[in-house]
């Protein structure tokens, strides 16, 4: 079955930086264009990022361009977030999509809390 | 950055009642706009994609119409286990853009 972990969330300052993972199985993740999707503590959804399934094509939204990057590792199955210059308004849980017909399948989350 | 408008942002309704949400977009989108269900701490799941197909497993009750700036999400029958935020989501073009979601209550 296909299923999609994310890793790295955590606790970090203003200004620093993180990196999140998200693992792929039960699919071949590299047919598959792939999300970052994140939600602000009690708020709606946000579109992040997306990388086409050979990694060539990335598109950001305005609120993270320049200071993220979204990369993925076919020959290990996973896909990555790096995040630089956090502010606080980053602040969220950052799930990972899989591109089927629209997402069709979503990790669990993990959340990411900037303050200092 | 295509807007996309949700409506309403809540709704109280019963079991059994039929309700309707709707998304506009403030461009054509063709058909291009999916539907989704989140319970509290837990991601979104797919309802609904290409604006009117249902996504597979999911119940008869919901569906989906429109096509090009007006969409709806149907739920025919609501059950106990409905109740939850729906988001539309647009994929016409990036940046892809969720509508700002409905909350549907138990009145």
């Known amino acids: 079955q296909v299923q999609l972990v994310e890793s790295g969330g955590g606790v970090v300052q203003p200004g620093r930086s993180l990196g999140l993972s998200c693992a792929a199985s039960g699919f071949t993740f590299s047919s598959y264009a792939m999300h970052w999707v994140r939600q602000a503590p009690g708020k709606g959804l946000e579109w992040v990022a997306v990388?086409?399934?050979?990694?060539?094509?990335?598109y950001y939204a305005d609120s993270v361009k320049g200071r993220f990057t979204i990369s993925r590792d076919n020959s290990k199955n996973t896909l990555y977030l790096r995040m630089n210059s956090l502010r606080v308004e980053d602040t969220a849980v950052y799930y990972c999509?899989?591109?089927?017909?629209?997402?069709?399948?979503w990790g669990q989350g993990t959340l990411v809390t900037v303050s200092s | 950055a295509i807007q996309m408008t949700q409506s309403p942002s809540s709704l109280s309704a019963s079991v059994g009642d039929r309700v309707t949400i709707t998304c506009r977009a403030s461009q054509g989108i063709r058909n291009d706009l999916g539907w989704y269900q989140q319970k509290p701490g837990k991601a979104p799941q797919l309802l609904i994609y290409a604006a009117s197909s249902l996504q597979s497993g999911v119940p008869s009750r919901f569906s989906g119409s429109g096509s090009g700036t007006d969409f709806t999400l149907t739920i025919s029958s609501l059950q106990p286990e409905d109740f939850a935020t729906y988001y539309c989501l647009q994929d016409y073009n990036y940046p892809y853009t969720f509508g700002q979601g409905t909350k549907l209550e138990i009145k």
């Open positions: 990388i086409s399934y050979d990694g060539r094509n990335k």
């Open positions: 999509a899989r591109e089927g017909e629209q997402l069709d399948y």
